[in-house]
């Protein structure tokens, strides 16, 4: 199965690859057809036409049931995507007539087929009262009631309604959705339809992994977006500045740069922004595993090891206190006791999990270890041993030193919101992205900290895709 959330994501991560939204509707609308076809022969078909792509969908099944005599009736024509609207202009030149809402709620209308085209899986919560009244009205003709992807109403992931269309038949796409199987007397008979999805772009990170994880709130107040607290330092200084700083351009609201008093004043000179604070002593040892949990416990995540060497042992203890952690580079581990994000490199997983780092090892080791592992590559491998990702962005001269710290940082901002595996597939992605936009300005010649100075920039391309 798959949630409403992972198919707009995946939707979204087509397009980038080059799958258009409107190849995806032409073959979801000639599946619906199809479908109907195969149960009723000819008759009059009622099309029911929201705002967004589920209309499209609609609007395409309309133009290939041509056996038919079709009728359209719009809830308004200020359509929410290009694809729909083109796909009902197509319809209004091909002399198709369409009735708004106003026009044909009173209307007493007959048919032998009603095709519900009103809402997609995108409904939460309590419908608008004009989605309501028109729902009513569906379910009152009596005739053969087609449901595009889910029955207009229903929550896709739960099976909730308050108001939903009893559909005869669904034809959902893809792969179906959770609450289908949960409210069966709504959805009827379901069809799953092939629409041309390669099943290797399920397996790939793109813009859509960002968009579902990126998230503002409006009316939040500070600290709302992500508390993040960063352990590391010594002997390597600028390992975990970079760290802090890459939380802070992924979007954490507050970021706290935990690191041995030997270090401090080296560290807090790097940036204002970056709140700063000391350990006692002049490396990290498992006397300061109380001061880190001290700290830890006013922030929603940790990360841990940048600049520092054999630290796996007191990583896992922390992991033992908090809720999220993100290890890196001496903070690796194969034992974790919290939700967590590894980020290895090849080299680092072996001398961790004492393996190779083939993509069936990494799989294995993470499922061993209750992990995300997200291995650092020219193609990164994210898994949290069931699930898998692959990321493709980024380039060779990211071999730079502080782009895994840089990373970490963005692991933690992102996880203070989000699922261990949402994050870690959307910062792989994001980091890649930043280091590709670093790669064109500056050729091979960049750094972490220009890679940094991209993170915005990434996150603003995946958010407007």
């Not at 994210?382 to 699930?387: R, S």
Request: negative net charge; hydrophobic residues 40%; glycine residues 10%.
């Amino acid at each position: 199965m798959i949630t409403s959330e992972e198919m707009f994501a995946l939707d979204t991560n087509c397009r980038y690859y080059g799958l258009t939204t409107l190849q995806l509707m032409e073959n979801a609308g000639k599946a619906i057809a199809e479908e109907i076809r195969k149960r009723i022969r000819e008759g009059n078909v009622a099309v029911f036409a929201g705002t967004g792509n589920n209309a499209g969908d609609a609007f395409v099944a309309a133009r290939h049931l041509k056996e038919f005599d079709v009728k359209i009736y719009l809830m308004r024509e200020d359509f929410r995507t290009e694809e729909t609207k083109t796909n009902f202009e197509i319809l209004k030149k091909a002399g198709y007539e369409a009735k708004t809402f106003h026009e044909w709620i009173d209307e007493e209308i007959e048919c032998d087929v009603v095709l519900d085209g009103l809402l997609g899986t995108g409904v939460k919560g309590k419908l608008r009262k004009d989605y309501r009244e028109a729902i009513e009205k569906m379910n009152e003709i009596k005739a053969f009631k087609v449901a595009i992807d889910v029955p207009s109403g229903l929550n896709p992931d739960t099976g909730e309604f308050d108001v939903a269309l009893k559909a005869n038949l669904t034809v959902t796409f893809h792969k179906p959705k959770p609450g289908l199987y949960k409210a069966k007397e709504i959805c009827g008979e379901i069809v799953v339809a092939d629409i041309g999805i390669p099943e290797y772009f399920e397996k790939l990170t793109g813009p859509g992994d960002v968009k579902i994880s990126y998230k503002r709130d409006p009316n939040a107040h500070k600290g709302q977006h992500g508390k993040v607290l960063v352990v590391g330092g010594s002997p390597y200084i600028g390992a975990p500045v970079l760290t802090a700083l890459a939380a802070y351009a992924a979007g954490a609201d507050i970021v706290t740069l935990l690191v041995p008093e030997s270090i401090y004043e080296i560290a807090a000179s790097f940036s204002p922004e970056i709140i700063t604070r000391k350990l006692r002593g002049e490396e990290i040892t498992e006397n300061n595993i109380p001061e880190i949990l001290e700290f830890a416990e006013k922030h929603d995540v940790v990360v841990f090891g940048m600049g520092t060497v054999d630290k796996g042992e007191i990583a896992t203890e922390i992991s033992k206190k908090v809720k999220k952690i993100v290890l890196d580079a001496g903070g690796l581990t194969s034992k974790v006791f919290c939700e967590a994000i590894l980020t290895p490199h090849a080299g680092e997983f072996k001398r961790v999990f004492g393996k190779e780092a083939t993509v069936e090892n990494v799989k294995e080791a993470a499922k061993s270890s209750r992990a995300v592992l997200l291995l650092k590559g020219r193609r990164d491998v994210i898994t949290d041993g069931e699930k898998i990702k692959f990321n493709l962005t980024g380039n060779e001269g990211m071999t730079v030193g502080g782009t895994g710290d840089v990373l970490a940082g963005v692991c933690g901002a992102f996880f203070a919101k989000n699922s261990a595996f949402k994050a870690a597939c959307s910062s792989a992605f994001t980091v890649g992205l930043a280091g590709d936009f670093a790669m064109r300005e500056k050729s091979f010649n960049f750094t972490a900290k220009d890679v940094i100075e991209m993170i915005p920039r990434a996150i603003k391309f995946s958010l407007e895709f």
